[in-house]
């Protein structure tokens, strides 16, 4: 019995390190519209999304829909867009995430490349005869207190409704 609890507390202290050590890894600070911002400052829930403003298809449906699915489910999540092209401003990411929600906001991470890997998105920006493409991944990422609750790859209505409950 005794080893037992001894296990089960070396268990428990390791389970809390983890937590303890992984607490940060999703939160990060960024330049928006409004000043300094910072996830752990965030009172609500928060859906992140990757992506950039002149993506002419995969983008703009993303925002609509979940802009569709926290009216409908009555949630109040902040919807955050980060740009993975350059050539985005912050003023014009800002404006196209409004654009979809009015409280939404763009956000310029200090470090694009740090925050993308550590919630392992994927984006590529190739130039060629003049002509400039991006391509990234496709996933809404839902936090609450930093910490990842999900990440939203079925971005049909239902699912997305579905997965968005998490955060309530």
């Known amino acids: ?25 999703y939160d990060f600070s960024a330049k928006s519209l409004r000043g300094e911002f910072a996830l752990s400052r965030l009172n609500k829930p928060a859906l992140l ?10 983008c703009p449906t993303t925002l609509y ?7 409908e489910l009555g949630l109040d999540a902040q919807i955050i867009f980060i740009s993975v092209d350059k050539r985005d401003s912050l003023k014009v990411c800002d404006e196209y995430a409004k654009y979809f929600r009015a409280d939404a906001i763009c956000v310029e991470p200090k470090n694009l490349e740090k925050v993308a890997k550590a919630y392992d998105v994927k984006y590529k920006i190739k130039s060629k005869n003049g002509q400039i493409s991006v391509a990234h991944s496709p996933y809404v990422y839902a936090l609450k207190d930093t910490q990842l609750i999900t990440v ?3 971005l049909s209505q239902k699912s997305l409704k579905r997965e968005l409950l998490k955060l309530k």
């Open 1 to 25: 019995m005794k080893k037992v609890l001894i296990l089960l507390f070396l268990a428990l202290i390791i389970l809390g390190l983890g937590a303890v050590l992984g607490a940060g890894k």
């Open 49 to 58: 999304y990757f992506g950039y403003t002149n993506c002419p298809d995969v």
């Open 65 to 71: 829909l979940l802009n569709n699915a926290l009216d």
């Open 152 to 154: 939203i790859e079925n």
